[in-house]
Structures are given as structure tokens and as C-alpha cells.
């Protein structure tokens, strides 16, 4: 089983290494999105606007990232690999794979925001865990769901309707934390935050573990 | 469940706790005055649909086991029945909220718990009618169900919890269990609670059956 979740992560990777347009138009999103927020905010932003748009924008990004996650699996083709692997590797192996994603784009993010609209928090530590127990949440949600979408007709229109109500409550956990990030420089404080965003991810890790195979089998 | 006793039990608690709930005396509190009657309704309607959800993921669970379908008409008859509670429960604290905060929504955690609770369902609803295989349609839409159920114990259940919130119950605020709750309410509110979920598995139960005949129709 760790042995499958290991191959099928590599080759995630090795075949986002070999289409790299699927990365770079997410990139070039964050990009133009906080260019944009730069122009229309002039440079000028209150700090909790700043904390709203960022979150916003790595919502975005992170819907975009995960909504492609099945798509390649529908061919026929794939569909002779997953009888060779185990579901419960297959759901694992990208929960993990595009927490991994989530986490690298929205440290990029984070660095190309603050570039554009400067940096308010003075918590980085805290931010940085909250950037990566966050992002791994809405990856671990979002692969359970676009792989529910994956198996409808209107993939894109659904996975939205279907995310955005499960996500809600995480955005907004992850908007109280970095508030607490802007003011307080200390751990204990967002501790409770944390807690709870690491609570969510083993959640819904569990949740796809126990729920896949059903999803899976046709 | 084909017996009639708990038909009548659930009908006979309701029209108690009505009746009970109007004429008997409560405490007076500031703000509340009689207002704290709500409580009567309104937190029995979230109470039922709390119940029926959970009836609902049961029923999912079941059907992933062994893939019935009677149990995934079942877990939908659930869902919009518990749908159809909450909905009155958001109607009844609405109207209760303009008479003591002086507003029908306000922004709290407690309240936007329960508006994303109505969306998830709702996407629920939405996710069953756009698959159109039978058999995919039951198992996908038992898999959401169960997430579904889960991510509601969560928003409604923890996250409120976390914050200070206007509503009773969180935050200093007074509610049931503290002082205002006194023996005598208690009499009426628990019977409520009863009564409600009672009826809520009734109308699910007659929805199911509506349901079966339908589909036995189409299949002639």
C-alpha cells in the first residue's frame, strides 16, 4: 500500500513535470489576480481586506489546481492501471500529491501578494503554519469532491456548487487566523486555530480513506 | 415502523408542547420576555433535523453496504424532510431575531453555520438531480451525504463553539441547561423534541413510500 501511494505519487508528479502548462497557468493566475488587486487597490489596502482578498485568491487557485485531478483517471486507458492499484493508494497518493501542489502555490502566492500589496502580518511563523495546514485542508476536501464531480456530466459547474458550501467555514477559520497573525506575534494564541485546521484535515483524509473505494468501483 | 402507536404519540406530544408551550408560565428575562416561548419551536425543529440528517447518513451507510436501493430512497426521503425542518427552524429564528436583536440576520458564527448547512443540502439535492444512471446517481449521492453529514456536525457543532457569538448558548449567552431553562420548560421542551422528530419520520416515511409508487409506475 505505502509502496503504490509512493509510485502513483511519483508519477503525479512526473507527468506535471512533463505538462508543465497546467502549473504555469496557475501561476500566471495568482500572478494577474493580485497584479489586478494591486491596480484597483492602488497600493493602498486595510489589513483585513488584504487577508480577505489573499484567501479569496488562493480559494481560486486551489479550485482550479484540484478540479483537474480526475480527468486523465476517466480514460480507459488509466481505468487498466487502477485495476492493478488499490483505491485507497489512489486517493491517498493525490490527496497528497495536491496538498503538496496547494502548499507550493500558496507560498508563491504569498510571495508574489506581499510583493504587490506588502506584507502586514507580523506572525510569520504562525502564517506559515496556517498557510500549510490550510492549504493541505482545501486540497483534502477538494480531491474528495472533484472526484465526486468527476463522475457527473457538468464537472466544473458541480465541483463548485459542491465545494464552496464545505470550504466556507475553513475560509473563514483560515481569515480569523491570520488575523490573529497580524497582531499577535505568538503561537499559543493561534494555537486553537490551528488545532482545528489540523482536526479538519484528518477529517476528511479519514473521510476519503473510508469513501473512495465505493466512488471508485463502476 | 408499520404500527400506528408512534403516529398518535408524536401527534399528542406536539399538540401538547403547543398548547404547553403557549399557556404555561416561563421565566422573565430581560429582552426575552416572552420571546423565550421560541425556544419551544425553534430549537425542536433544529433538534428534528439534526436527527433526520443523522437518519439520513445511516440509511447512506447502509446502502454502501450491499447497494440497496429502497436505502438511498430512504436516506433522500430523510435528507428532505430534515431539509424541510431546518428550513422552518431558519424561518422561526428569523422571526424571533427581529423581535430581540432587531434584525432578521446578523453576521455570527452560529447563524452562518446553519445557512452553509442549508447550502451543503441543497448541493446534496442538486448533485442527485444531475446524474442521471441510477446507479451512480445512489452511490455518489450516499458518499456526498455522509461528507455532508460529517461537515455539518462540524460547522454547527464545533466551529460556533470556538467564538464568541450573539445567540444563545454561546458565549455567556443564556440558553438551555443554564438558569433560564428551569424545570418547568423543560417539561414542555423535551416532549417537543419527541414529538417533532416523531412527525419528521413520518412525512420522510410517506415521502419514501410516494416515492417507491412512482418509480413502480415508470417501471410498468
Redesign the interface.
Known amino acids: 500500500m505505502l509502496h503504490q501511494v509512493k509510485e502513483l505519487v511519483l508519477k503525479d508528479i512526473r507527468l506535471n513535470g512533463r505538462e508543465r502548462n497546467a502549473l504555469y497557468s496557475m501561476l500566471l493566475y495568482v500572478l494577474s489576480t493580485s497584479y489586478v488587486a494591486y491596480l484597483s487597490f492602488e497600493g493602498v489596502i486595510d489589513r483585513n481586506s488584504w487577508i480577505a482578498l489573499f484567501w479569496i485568491i488562493v480559494l481560486f487557485a486551489a479550485m482550479n489546481a484540484c478540479l483537474q485531478s480526475f480527468k486523465k483517471e476517466l480514460t480507459d486507458q488509466s481505468l487498466f492501471y487502477y485495476t492493478i492499484a488499490n483505491p485507497r493508494a489512489i486517493i491517498i497518493a493525490k490527496t497528497i500529491f495536491n496538498s503538496a501542489l496547494l502548499i507550493f502555490l500558496t507560498l508563491v502566492s504569498y510571495f508574489i501578494y506581499s510583493l504587490f500589496l506588502g506584507n502586514p502580518i507580523t506572525a510569520n511563523v504562525s502564517f506559515i503554519l496556517c498557510i500549510i495546514l490550510g492549504s493541505s485542508a482545501l486540497a483534502s476536501v477538494l480531491t474528495?469532491v472533484s472526484a465526486?464531480a468527476s463522475?457527473?456530466?457538468?464537472n466544473a459547474g458541480?465541483m463548485a456548487?459542491?465545494s464552496?458550501?464545505?470550504l466556507?467555514?475553513l475560509l473563514?477559520?483560515l481569515i480569523?487566523t491570520s488575523q490573529i497573525c497580524l497582531s499577535q506575534n505568538n503561537l499559543f494564541i493561534a494555537g486553537?486555530?490551528l488545532l482545528?485546521l489540523a482536526l479538519?484535515n484528518i477529517?476528511s483524509v479519514l473521510?476519503s480513506y473510508l469513501?473512495f473505494p465505493?466512488?471508485w468501483r463502476? | 415502523m408499520q404500527s400506528k402507536w408512534w403516529k398518535i404519540l408524536g401527534i399528542l406530544l406536539i399538540l401538547y408542547s403547543i398548547i404547553g408551550g403557549l399557556l404555561f408560565p416561563v421565566p422573565h428575562l430581560n429582552i426575552l420576555n416572552e420571546t423565550i416561548r421560541n425556544l419551544y419551536f425553534h430549537v425542536t425543529m433544529w433538534f428534528s433535523m439534526i436527527f433526520l440528517m443523522l437518519f439520513s447518513m445511516i440509511q447512506s451507510i447502509r446502502f454502501?453496504n450491499g447497494f440497496d436501493k429502497t436505502k438511498d430512497l430512504k436516506a433522500e426521503a430523510f435528507a428532505s424532510t430534515g431539509m424541510f425542518m431546518g428550513l422552518l427552524g431558519l424561518l422561526t429564528g428569523m422571526i424571533w431575531a427581529q423581535f430581540t436583536w432587531g434584525t432578521f440576520w446578523v453576521n455570527d458564527?452560529k447563524l452562518?453555520?446553519t445557512a452553509?448547512t442549508m447550502?451543503?443540502y441543497l448541493?446534496y439535492f442538486?448533485?442527485r438531480n444531475?446524474?442521471?444512471n441510477d446507479d451512480?446517481r445512489a452511490?455518489?449521492s450516499?458518499?456526498?451525504n455522509?461528507?455532508?453529514f460529517?461537515?455539518m456536525i462540524?460547522?454547527i457543532g464545533?466551529?460556533p463553539r470556538?467564538?464568541d457569538s450573539l445567540h444563545p448558548g454561546n458565549g455567556g449567552n443564556p440558553a438551555f441547561g443554564n438558569y433560564d431553562l428551569n424545570s418547568g420548560m423543560r417539561m414542555v421542551f423535551y416532549p417537543a423534541v419527541i414529538g417533532w422528530i416523531l412527525l419528521g419520520v413520518w412525512v420522510a416515511q410517506l415521502r419514501y413510500r410516494i416515492k417507491t409508487l412512482e418509480i413502480n409506475k415508470e417501471n410498468i
Request: proline residues 5%.
Open positions: 474528495l465526486i463522475k457527473t456530466n457538468n458541480l456548487v459542491l464552496m458550501p464545505l466556507f467555514p473563514l477559520n480569523q486553537n486555530q482545528f479538519l477529517a473521510l469513501l465505493y466512488l463502476d | 454502501l458564527p452562518n453555520g452553509v447550502l451543503i448541493a442538486i448533485l444531475s446524474i442521471e451512480s452511490r455518489v450516499a458518499i456526498y455522509i461528507l455532508a460529517v461537515m462540524v460547522f464545533v466551529l470556538m467564538t
